[in-house]
């Protein structure tokens, strides 16, 4: 029986689906401006694993996580660089997956865009009109959030308390300072694209109850994001949703923690930002999801290299068991099962699920993969073991394996400051004369598609 921790009435809440066997899930994806940095790779990680062990349980998953591809970020993107938004967007697209992919993050049943959905964008607003939810200014269009008794529920804030400090920003021409557009009038040299207001673009919140209600129906079982978007992003979609449809949105929201650096919260003012494209060229993008998931997703996490290094040595302890436990399977004596190790193994399993099923504590469930590793160590420790007891073990590493998405086999990837630090040494073999070492180091890099450049600040390297 598995239980969330539902952001909504901030308890947990044995998990019920609207259709028995199968889940709709719909996940907040990345605005494609630029590269994701690690605050989009934390809820990326957090709810494919969330998907995986959905899955792992049986159900049919029906993953949504979209893509911004229109709004204000890529505008200016646009703006700066003198390319086209569509151009844009779909370069830092594909970067997204070539990231998540890295990460093991699978990827979505569907992967909708702003773009592709602008008719049924217009269609959602003009019901909100009619319904007497929404109103045109000008052409903007913006939703009536007093109209909806509701508002503040996910969040858990008052309208009044709202109402204190909110303003009417200049440009702006909505009738009350807590009013939201839907869609906003273009500017000249603005993408944009034809409706019943003008030409213009949508607003933020409406793509994603837009294309939640495309892809999964007027009710999901499941909303996730990061605990930034809870206000006003997420507030902001129940309100229009269940104006437009009369039915609740979601069932269950949940929300990530947030990501510290080195014990600051990542935030734009300070610049403390640091891309996942970076930062897998110096970490093995496995460690990297390893340590995403050695906390629960609910609690903040603090990345530094320190705590990275040391998640990286856990997976390595795993990694080296189950591989020794392969290794031994291949001359081990075919016996008899052995009942009271086979117990322990069920035990360690029924732990792992427990973890899970208790709001997909995967803190919990990396433990109950070490303590799998000390059990496993401790029977690799006889004279002979079984061969049925040995797959056992494999099956087990398999099944955590598959659930946390993290590789088991062991990858000898060089790492960049491994190959400057290389590249040092062959400099300074060839100074030494010693070229049979420097010619080693080359064709060990070249090897690892690592290919040397001579420039005029000296060599430099790309990979093949």
């Given at each position: 029986?598995?239980?969330?921790?539902?952001?909504?009435?901030?308890?947990?809440?044995?998990?019920?689906?609207?259709?028995?066997?199968?889940?709709?899930?719909?996940?907040?994806?990345?605005?494609?401006?630029?590269?994701?940095?690690?605050?989009?790779?934390?809820?990326?990680?957090?709810?494919?694993t969330?998907?995986?062990?959905?899955?792992?349980?049986?159900?049919?998953?029906?993953?949504?996580?979209?893509?911004?591809?229109?709004?204000?970020?890529?505008?200016?993107?646009?703006?700066?660089?003198?390319?086209?938004?569509?151009?844009?967007a779909?370069?830092?697209?594909?970067?997204?997956?070539?990231?998540t992919?890295?990460?093991?993050?699978?990827k979505?049943?569907?992967?909708?865009?702003?773009?592709?959905?602008?008719?049924?964008i217009?269609?959602?607003?003009?019901?909100?009109?009619?319904?007497?939810?929404?109103?045109?200014?000008?052409?903007?269009?913006?939703?009536?959030?007093?109209?909806?008794?509701?508002?503040?529920?996910?969040?858990?804030?008052?309208?009044?308390?709202?109402?204190?400090?909110?303003?009417?920003?200049?440009?702006?021409?909505?009738?009350?300072?807590l009013?939201?557009?839907?869609?906003?009038?273009?500017?000249?040299?603005?993408?944009?694209?034809d409706?019943?207001?003008?030409?213009?673009?949508?607003?933020?919140?409406?793509?994603?109850?837009?294309?939640?209600?495309?892809?999964?129906?007027?009710?999901?079982?499941?909303?996730?994001?990061?605990?930034?978007?809870?206000?006003?992003?997420?507030?902001?979609?129940?309100?229009?949703?269940?104006?437009?449809?009369?039915?609740?949105?979601a069932?269950?929201?949940?929300?990530n923690g947030?990501?510290?650096?080195?014990?600051?919260?990542?935030?734009?003012?300070?610049?403390?930002?640091?891309?996942?494209?970076?930062?897998?060229?110096?970490?093995?993008?496995?460690?990297?999801?390893?340590?995403?998931?050695?906390?629960?997703?609910?609690?903040?996490?603090?990345?530094?290299?320190?705590?990275?290094?040391?998640?990286?040595?856990?997976?390595?302890?795993?990694?080296d068991?189950?591989?020794?436990?392969?290794?031994?399977?291949?001359?081990?004596?075919?016996?008899?099962?052995?009942?009271?190790?086979?117990?322990?193994?069920?035990?360690?399993?029924a732990?792992?699920?427990?973890?899970?099923?208790?709001?997909?504590?995967?803190?919990?469930?990396?433990?109950?993969w070490?303590?799998?590793v000390?059990?496993?160590?401790?029977?690799?420790?006889?004279?002979?073991?079984?061969?049925?007891?040995?797959?056992?073990?494999?099956?087990?590493?398999?099944?955590y394996?598959?659930?946390?998405?993290?590789?088991?086999?062991?990858?000898?990837?060089?790492?960049?400051?491994?190959?400057?630090?290389?590249?040092?040494?062959?400099?300074?073999?060839?100074?030494?004369?010693?070229?049979?070492?420097?010619?080693?180091?080359?064709?060990?890099?070249?090897e690892?598609?690592?290919?040397?450049?001579?420039?005029?600040?000296?060599?430099?390297?790309?990979r093949?």
């Amino acid at each position: 029986m598995i239980k969330i921790y539902n952001t909504l009435t901030r308890q947990k809440e044995t998990f019920e689906p609207i259709e028995p066997g199968k889940v709709k899930m719909y996940v907040c994806g990345p605005t494609v401006y630029n590269y994701i940095h690690i605050g989009n790779a934390r809820p990326a990680i957090v709810f494919d694993t969330v998907r995986r062990y959905l899955e792992y349980s049986g159900f049919d998953v029906k993953y949504v996580a979209n893509f911004t591809d229109v709004d204000d970020k890529l505008i200016k993107a646009s703006q700066e660089l003198g390319e086209e938004v569509p151009a844009i967007a779909e370069r830092f697209i594909e970067a997204f997956f070539n990231d998540t992919g890295a990460l093991n993050v699978k990827k979505a049943t569907v992967h909708p865009r702003v773009m592709d959905h602008m008719a049924d964008i217009v269609d959602f607003i003009e019901v909100l009109i009619e319904k007497d939810y929404a109103y045109e200014s000008d052409g903007d269009v913006y939703f009536k959030t007093r109209a909806f008794d509701d508002y503040g529920q996910l969040s858990q804030q008052s309208v009044d308390d709202l109402r204190v400090g909110a303003r009417i920003e200049a440009g702006e021409k909505k009738n009350d300072p807590l009013d939201f557009a839907l869609w906003k009038q273009a500017k000249d040299n603005e993408i944009k694209w034809d409706s019943p207001w003008g030409e213009g673009r949508p607003g933020w919140h409406i793509e994603c109850s837009v294309m939640a209600r495309k892809h999964l129906g007027d009710t999901i079982d499941i909303h996730a994001g990061g605990q930034d978007l809870t206000f006003p992003h997420h507030e902001n979609e129940i309100a229009q949703s269940q104006c437009r449809t009369d039915k609740t949105f979601a069932n269950y929201w949940m929300h990530n923690g947030y990501i510290n650096i080195d014990n600051t919260k990542m935030s734009k003012s300070l610049g403390n930002f640091i891309l996942v494209n970076d930062i897998i060229k110096e970490v093995d993008p496995n460690v990297l999801r390893f340590f995403m998931i050695s906390v629960h997703y609910r609690n903040p996490i603090n990345y530094n290299r320190e705590l990275v290094k040391a998640a990286g040595n856990g997976l390595k302890r795993i990694q080296d068991s189950y591989q020794e436990v392969v290794t031994r399977l291949e001359s081990a004596v075919l016996d008899e099962p052995d009942k009271v190790v086979e117990d322990i193994i069920d035990a360690n399993l029924a732990a792992f699920e427990n973890h899970m099923n208790d709001d997909f504590n995967t803190a919990n469930a990396v433990t109950a993969w070490h303590d799998l590793v000390s059990e496993t160590n401790k029977y690799l420790r006889r004279p002979s073991t079984s061969t049925h007891v040995l797959q056992r073990i494999i099956d087990a590493h398999l099944a955590y394996k598959e659930v946390l998405g993290v590789t088991l086999d062991i990858e000898e990837v060089l790492l960049d400051e491994e190959i400057e630090k290389l590249i040092e040494e062959r400099n300074t073999a060839r100074n030494n004369k010693d070229f049979a070492r420097a010619d080693e180091i080359r064709d060990y890099l070249k090897e690892q598609n690592i290919i040397l450049e001579d420039t005029k600040d000296g060599v430099r390297f790309k990979r093949g």
